[in-house]
């Protein structure tokens, strides 16, 4: 079938067709090839885009961190195959649900801010001091509108990340192997605890935007990676002594998985909260 839309067929949207016209009833006596030109047309056919297809969610994460300065990088983004006619996008918080403790009494507080034509940001209308209390998540129901009322729904999890949750793991390493290896190193997270983890405040791996001071600083040794984990299956926030938990139950084969990529945990330092004496 002809589709605008069709990407494996973009030279269909423009057809020629030529026209012959005889007077006689059977076309059996008419030399399509070569016929007369005074009995032959062309018509141009251009195949326009209708508003066919519904939007869709792209990119979405498995869920987004609330931080005490807000919702971090909590931008939602929708796509639409209709792309030869002007498809705007709106999004809309259709659902709010709250599993944090202590319980909220008002309906969750996060509102929507237009970024473009294709995305959105969710914004926290919560302060910082409350946040700082919180534990657990959010869940949002959130739907993608195109300009034919033609929506898709998404359930997006907000996470709340806090003090509660923060953890930093110490290496005998310089931050230049530390950003060499961090992919690797999180993959080691999730296959011994069997939670994902995030960075609280991305390490800058950049070379090229680095200071001369900075530079010199990530040729030190003893770098740190600080952040979160959450649970890998059902996306929830894990508190700080659980992981502490898991860290002494697993900190061999922590350790030993590490030092395949050549990166040595250091014991001395632990989590947020802790001192060398917890350990």
């Not at 110490?170 to 690797?184: V, W, Y």
């Not at 952040?227 to 508190?239: E, L, R």
Request: proline share 4%; aromatic share 10%; glycine share 4%.
């Amino acid at each position: 079938p002809i589709d605008f839309d069709c990407q494996e067929c973009l030279e269909q949207r423009k057809f020629t067709i030529s026209i012959v016209t005889s007077n006689f009833i059977s076309s059996d006596n008419i030399d399509f090839d070569n016929p007369n030109p005074d009995s032959l047309q062309t018509v141009e056919v251009t195949i326009r885009d209708l508003n066919d297809n519904f939007p869709v969610f792209v990119e979405m994460p498995a869920y987004f961190v609330l931080e005490t300065t807000g919702c971090r990088d909590c931008t939602i983004r929708g796509q639409d195959k209709d792309t030869g006619i002007d498809i705007k996008l709106d999004f809309n918080i259709t659902n709010k649900n709250a599993s944090v403790t202590p319980e909220v009494t008002e309906s969750p507080m996060f509102t929507l801010n237009k970024e473009g034509p294709f995305s959105t940001e969710i914004i926290s209308q919560y302060s910082a001091a409350t946040i700082a209390g919180m534990s657990g998540f959010f869940d949002l129901e959130i739907d993608v509108i195109d300009s034919k009322n033609q929506t898709q729904t998404a359930h997006v999890k907000v996470v709340v990340m806090t003090s509660q949750n923060n953890i930093t793991f110490g290496f005998k390493n310089t931050l230049n192997e530390i950003c060499q290896q961090k992919n690797g190193i999180e993959d080691v997270f999730k296959t011994v605890f069997k939670w994902s983890f995030t960075e609280k405040d991305k390490i800058n791996c950049n070379t090229t935007s680095r200071s001369k001071e900075g530079a010199e600083a990530y040729e030190d040794r003893f770098a740190q990676l600080e952040g979160y984990f959450v649970d890998a299956s059902t996306s929830d926030p894990k508190p700080q002594r659980e992981i502490s938990a898991k860290y002494h139950e697993k900190f061999r084969e922590l350790w030993g998985a590490l030092r395949q990529l050549n990166i040595t945990l250091d014991d001395h330092r632990g989590f947020v909260g802790e001192t060398s004496s917890d350990w």
